[in-house]
T-cell receptor, first 115, second 110 residues
Framework: KAGVTQTPRYLIKTRGQQVTLSCSPISGHRSVSWYQQTPGQGLQFLFEYFSETQRNKGNFPGRFSGRQFSNSRSEMNVSTLELGDSALYLC??????????????FGEGSWLTVV | QKEVEQDPGPLSVPEGAIVSLNCTYSNSAFQYFMWYRQYSRKGPELLMYTYSSGNKEDGRFTAQVDKSSKYISLFIRDSQPSDSATYLCAMGGSQGNLIFGKGTKLSVKP
């Protein structure tokens, strides 16, 4: 059974640009969440999608957005990139995140460097 | 006060030692508790999941939850160099999203 797949794995962008990251969850999983990981702040929750609807959102500015498609694949977008957006962006999937005792599995992440 | 506190270490132990990793939390609403292992430049890998107070064992790993004290632990028996990684505690409630500790970096020396 394939795990959570994230693309691209590594990318470098310039300040002011925008970036789109992609996530394919484990087959059959309908919940996809995104987290940002930095050395200073650790892992922080960005948002969660379930059945194409954003169900929960963390405390990040509106430059961070996402969406989910009918096949449960998800994308997140960061517009007007800032140096502080350099981080590992992790996608996590579950049958139904956190509810009914379902466990949450992470992908390998997308390493974003903003220069 | 942060919702989840975890000593960042680093923690260095000799091979074969028993390792104890801990987190404290302040939010009584947390219902389930997880431990993840993260190797350098990799995504977190789920090690243990529990939602009740008490112990849960899986091979060399034991997860312990004490909801009354708001304290969780992960014990690693007979530690191996391959256990060298960062260990993250994570907790969740009805909202669904996980709140993570900052992680403890563990090094097991041969």
């Amino acid at each position: 059974k394939a795990g959570v797949t994230q693309t691209p794995r590594y990318l470098i962008k310039t300040r002011g640009q925008q970036v789109t990251l992609s996530c394919s969850p484990i087959s059959g999983h309908r919940s996809v969440s995104w987290y940002q990981q930095t050395p200073g702040q650790g892992l922080q929750f960005l948002f969660e999608y379930f059945s194409e609807t954003q169900r929960n959102k963390g405390n990040f500015p509106g430059r961070f957005s996402g969406r989910q498609f009918s096949n449960s694949r998800s994308e997140m977008n960061v517009s007007t990139l800032e140096l502080g957006d350099s981080a590992l962006y992790l996608c996590a999937s579950s049958l139904d995140q956190g509810r009914s005792g379902n466990t949450i599995y992470f992908g390998e992440g997308s390493w974003l460097t903003v220069v | 006060q942060k919702e989840v506190e975890q000593d960042p270490g680093p923690l260095s132990v000799p091979e074969g030692a028993i390792v104890s990793l801990n987190c404290t939390y302040s939010n009584s609403a947390f219902q389930y508790f997880m431990w993840y292992r993260q190797y350098s430049r990799k995504g977190p890998e789920l090690l243990m999941y529990t939602y009740s107070s008490g112990n849960k064992e899986d091979g060399r790993f034991t997860a312990q939850v004490d909801k009354s004290s708001k304290y969780i632990s992960l014990f690693i028996r007979d530690s191996q160099p391959s256990d060298s990684a960062t260990y993250l505690c994570a907790m969740g409630g009805s909202q669904g999203n996980l709140i993570f500790g900052k992680g403890t970096k563990l090094s097991v020396k041969p």
